[in-house]
Each structure stands twice: as C-alpha cells, then as structure tokens.
C-alpha cells in the first residue's frame, strides 16, 4: 500500500518540523530571557 506509506512519511515529516520548531522557539525564548 503505497499510499499508507505515503501517510506515514507525511505523517514523520510533520513531526519533525514541529518538533524542530519548538526545540527553535525554545531556544529563542532563553535567549530573550
């Protein structure tokens, strides 16, 4: 089924991004701080 693997790639690429995103915004905020 390569729809089903096309679902959890997206699904993987999703997660990495906002978890780069928070690791980013928290980052930022100790620097503010």
């Known amino acids: ?4 693997d096309m ?3 997206g ?3 999703v997660v ?3 978890g780069l995103g ?4 928290e ?3 100790d620097d503010d701080r």
Do not use: N, Q
């Open 27 to 29: 980052l930022r905020k």
């Open 11 to 13: 699904f993987l690429l």
């Open 1 to 4: 089924m390569p729809i089903l």
């Open 22 to 25: 928070w690791f980013i915004y």
């Open 16 to 18: 990495a991004v906002v």
């Open 7 to 9: 679902v959890m790639l």
